[in-house]
């Protein structure tokens, strides 16, 4: 009698516990689907992530069947809640605007700007400037003697230069993308648009170009042509006005220094 009474008791507790084990079974599979949803859409991600980095690539290359792929792929995103696919979308499509935004403002030799993102984002810097009631300076640069280096060694040592000049501007202006707008506006042209006054001394800035090493054995230290103008918080002009006085300033220093006349006659390397 006893043996039947305890099967009997502990038959109800073997049913109650079918139910819970089916619950914790339940469970742990929403769960292992939750975390195999959330790994896909990380892994997602970071494919979004390549996706922009080759569509910008294949963009500047104009390689339109590239591209077509790389779109085609972007709208196949599988596995997905169609929330989770638009968002994935919508998130790709932005990065690649916003890389595609930076090509068309960047200068591809040196990283930095290029003439429209310079006047873009250096009118932004001046109304700044104007609204905290603070004084900014444009420095107009000139690489010396870079068409005769294309003339005489080839444009491949020529971009070497243009390269080298970039990355004397970045040690010039150590907080450029902050207080500073560094940019290439072509050709063998450069311009910086600073709040520091510091980094805006003619002398200074030729001084160091001239200790510079150079990056390539066939090269000599920078020689620039710099040319200043001062922005009045007080009597604000704009971008065009600023850069065309420190253009004008930059070819006096080129005509003070006879850097003018003596490119006029290449001299022998």
Known sequence: METGSVSRSAEPDALRARPRARNAEASRARNAEALRRVRSVEALRARNTELAGQLRAAAMESDDAHMTRLLSELLRFHGLSK?????LQLEALLNLVHSLRCVALTDVLTGLYNRRGFMQIGARLLDVATRDVRSAHLVYFDVNHLERT???LGRTVGDVMIRQMGNLMRDLYPSYGVYEVL???GGDEFAALTTCPQYASRGAIVLRAGTQPPHSGDLSALSLSVGVAHFNPRRPVGIDELLASAEQAMYEHKRVTGI??????????
């Open 150 to 152: 294309n003339r005489t």
């Open 183 to 185: 940019g290439r506006l």
């Open 260 to 269: 003018a006349s003596s490119e006029q006659t290449p001299h022998p390397v």
């Open 83 to 87: 929330g989770q696919r638009v968002s």
